[in-house]
């Protein structure tokens, strides 16, 4: 463990999945966050409170504020980076995690949702807007009611719209499908693009090494 803050990740799953999905996903991250001491939290169940945020309503807004009460334990018992709270997820928790960098943009600095994005226009929590990178499949192909390539564009375009920082990342396959590459982009991006941010380090280009298909909006 290092001495250096270390990061959070929230993690939502899909519909009909559960919390190990975030370690089937995510394996090489979650390594590397309780390496340096950081923390990775996988929602197991939803509170059912407050307005579905998840298209299938496996979880709702309500939610948001067990991860509130997270933060506030891991920052008081753990060396946390309070400027590198990262959320993840896929298809319904891909949507929770869109929906989180509205609901929670008072401390979340970047969201990464795999096959998620927005359905419904949301509002910010307070002025801060954070950075989000989109993952999905290829138009017509990443569908599950509706089309996820449609609403991480959605999300893009709005968050680019509110200064926010974005890139969008179609790896071409089907729902869920990014592959490890993707992922470890998503999340590399994330990590360079801590809270308040103001100019991006990546001046408009993924870096060298990253899939040639994450690209600016």
């Known amino acids: 463990m290092g001495t250096d803050p270390a990061p959070l990740l929230f993690y939502w799953h899909g519909t009909g999945l559960t919390a190990i999905e975030a370690q089937s996903t995510m394996s090489t991250q979650i390594t590397e966050i309780t390496g340096k001491g950081g923390l990775a ?10 307005s579905c945020t998840s298209g299938t309503c496996i979880f709702y807004d309500g939610d948001y504020a067990t991860a509130d009460a997270i933060l506030a334990c891991a920052t008081q018992q753990l060396n946390i980076d309070t400027n590198r709270i990262v959320s993840a997820g896929c298809s319904a928790g891909g ?10 943009s008072s401390y979340l600095s970047c969201a990464m949702p795999n096959s998620g994005g927005v ?19 290829a138009p017509g192909a990443d569908v599950v009611v509706i089309d996820f390539s ?19 990342c179609n790896h071409g396959g089907g729902h869920c499908g990014a592959p490890p590459d993707d992922i470890a982009a998503q999340w590399k991006f994330c990590m360079d693009h801590p809270f308040g941010i103001m100019s991006d380090p990546y001046m408009g280009h993924m870096p060298a090494g990253s899939p040639s298909y994450c690209v600016y909006p």
């Open 95 to 104: 949507l929770q995690t869109g929906a989180m960098l509205y609901y929670r």
């Open 150 to 168: 449609q609403s991480s564009a959605t999300m893009d375009n709005d968050i680019k719209s509110k200064g926010g920082i974005v890139v969008d």
């Open 41 to 50: 939290a996988s929602f197991v169940s939803t509170t059912g409170t407050g």
């Open 119 to 137: 359905s419904f226009p949301y509002m910010m929590q307070d002025s801060h807007v954070g950075s989000v990178i989109t993952t999905h499949g």
